[in-house]
């Protein structure tokens, strides 16, 4: 009876002091008339250089960085941005947008299969994009990432489906981006989605092929110092030309087959299943905050075949599993992020055996048609840890390691105006025979960076990495990367 007691106090507790903090039948922040505000448009400039040891560039130079970092083990990049940031969430209406443009040289890499990396000199556009909110709802089109963020995106070894691994695609987006209140619920419900059309850019397999994505997530709590959320992402390969097959569907009909994820097109095993690549993941966090402080528990899973409830499916023993932590008031240690992968368990060994289906050996990132898998520029879109085709030693753009367990944890903060990070992960890989338990490779990468502002040097800001491999998968290797870059303020108005 007591303990009941107790329960019932901290309850009512718990709601008076949330109607204290917010008590607005719909709370989106947005003001009727407000001041007009300054707009600013700015500008970025960045030298990278990299010199490493071995055939690539360490792991955690290289990856999860849109691309950006060449595998090469010699390579330098200059690049200029200018931008305008969104910078009135309490008015109706708000704008963004961004260009960078980067030239880069590499050296070759020995023996390589690929044309891109036997290149001395290229370039490209990472960002090209226009955003615009119209109340609650925004519209976004042009080259710009798409990441399906886990909890602290600077530590995090990135999610299953898109994790900043690649150059980003063309795409046109629209949707609620960020966390919006439901009407009626005082802020204390709240959801986002959206829908994506992509166009693929590498087009090595196929020709004029399009990317599908859409998401929605719901969060529960609010102001409450617990908050919980469900996020829901399915995405497709799907269109274009295949030098083998002809057309495989590229019209309204064929996008509304994706779009449901239903059999179509003209492939048989797109009638049979459903027309294009499809995966899919979903997430539930737990979130606990406070004054400064906040942690995030996270589970995320990935799935291929048909859609089930996160834990209920198949492979419920895959997935990436999380915990991230995050304070301001000591600057010392501002983040620190741990995680675990699997993926070894791909719904069982097997597809289908003596005229039965068992749904199995889902071969993660793999496609019969889409040959070159959930891959783009020869890099995986989703966790960096299944192996990117530009690794392969045969010149195949398959994805021949999708079977990995993974330790990762990394850690932030600023000394004396020193910021920095450390990360470091363990991977063991299986290949792809979901039959073997058979531990083929392990690598162990490490990441030291540190960044300055110096005011005296022209307002410029001065970075190094340290980062290296130990292990049979690549061999040992060991790399930096200096970069200096310098940013300022172009007009406002």
Known sequence: MKTKLICILLLLTT???????????????????????????????????????????????QNNVHGDISSSPYSGNLSAAIYKDAQHPERWWDYDFAVQATMRLQSRVANSPFDFQRRVATGYLNLAYAHVRLFLFDFTIGIKPMIYETSD???????LIFSGNTHPLPRITIGIDHYVPFPGCYGYFELKGGLTHAWAADNVYMKGSYMHHKFAAVRFGGRLPVNFSYEFHHAAQWGGFNLIYGDIGSGWSDFLHVLMAQGGGVMRNDQTNAQGNHVGSQQLMLTGKGKGWEVNVYWQNFFEDNFAFIGLGQNRADGLWGISMKQTRWSF????TYEFLNTTDQSGPWHDRDGLCYAGNDLYYQNSVFANGWNTYYRSMGTPFITSPLYNADGTLHTLNSRVRVHHAGVRGDIFGYQYRLMVSHARNYGNDNTSRLLLSTNTAWLIEVYKHVEQAWGLDFGIKLAGDAGSQWGNTFGAQITVSKRGIICKW
């Open 15 to 61: 709601v008076l002091q949330a109607r204290e903090l917010s008590w607005r039948w719909w709370p989106t922040g947005i003001r009727d008339s407000i001041a007009a505000g300054n707009d600013t448009l700015r500008y970025e400039g960045h030298v990278h250089m990299v010199a490493s040891s071995g055939r690539f560039a360490p792991f955690w130079l």
């Open 153 to 159: 995106t600077l530590l995090s070894s990135g999610s």
């Open 333 to 336: 240690i501002q983040g620190f």
